[in-house]
């Protein structure tokens, strides 16, 4: 195998790993936060309804996947009390999707837990060359929403 398909391998396996890695570190210092009755698909809907003007339609396509299965999720989020529908401005049929205190405050756990999950990561490489991968990573990014692996 030529180095060039041996270095794609190992980049595809250590990214894969290391989002794997990261996803469950923000979640579990969440849960540690107080926010036990969570999973990580969670946190990627906090962050579409979040930004504001979300429906449960505009979540279903955010997360790729269908609006009844959005719905059950909204329907749960709503019963835990992270988040609120109220009337749509425009569409009397739909509802925005808001985050209640308890789901901003869940933000800010998660966002708090995110710094801390790559702080071993820059302890590592150092500030610059930490900050120099995160540049890297940024010229990659993906073009659509950051979505969990179903």
């Given amino acids: 195998m030529p180095d060039a398909d041996a270095d794609a391998l190992a980049f595809s396996a250590l990214v894969l790993a290391l989002a794997g890695e990261l996803v469950q570190g923000i979640h579990q210092r969440v849960v540690d936060a107080g926010f036990d009755d969570l999973r990580p698909t969670h946190g990627f809907a906090f962050v579409r309804i979040s930004h504001g003007g ?6 279903a396509e955010h997360l790729g996947v269908t609006k009844q299965a959005a719905a059950q999720l909204v329907d749960e989020l709503v019963r835990k009390g992270y988040v609120e529908r109220t009337p749509h401005p425009t569409d009397a049929r739909a509802r925005l999707l808001r985050l209640t205190e308890r789901g901003w405050a869940c933000t800010r756990a998660a966002d708090a837990a995110a710094v801390a999950a790559v702080e071993p990561w820059r302890a590592t ?3 610059e060359r930490f900050a120099a991968l995160v540049r890297d990573l940024a ?3 993906p073009k659509g929403p950051i979505r969990p692996a179903w």
């Fill in 54 to 59: 979300a429906t449960t339609a505009d979540l």
């Fill in 139 to 141: 010229a990659l990014r």
């Fill in 125 to 127: 490489l150092g500030p």
